[in-house]
């Protein structure tokens, strides 16, 4: 039993996370995003698309590379 813990934790630890404006964390590896959604599979609920407004916070082990559009001209 002891081992199988570990191991559940170490698969959580290596998950991307994102939260959502309700408290909710979904757990999984994003996919890809845009400027309007996120893309992110889970173990449970399968490939889920989120709107980035209902996004709070996105934490991965990985290097996400994120590009932001300017609201005002040059």
């Known amino acids: 039993m002891r081992i199988a813990l570990l191991l559940l934790t170490a698969s959580v630890a290596q998950a991307d996370v994102v939260t959502l404006k309700n408290g909710d964390r979904l757990t999984g590896t994003i996919l890809k995003s845009d400027a309007k959604a996120l893309v992110i599979k889970t173990e449970f609920a399968g490939t889920v698309t989120l709107d980035w407004t209902a996004v709070v916070n996105v934490s991965s082990p990985e290097t996400l590379t994120i590009t932001l559009?300017?609201?005002?001209?040059?």
């Open 69 to 74: 559009k300017p609201t005002f001209p040059f």
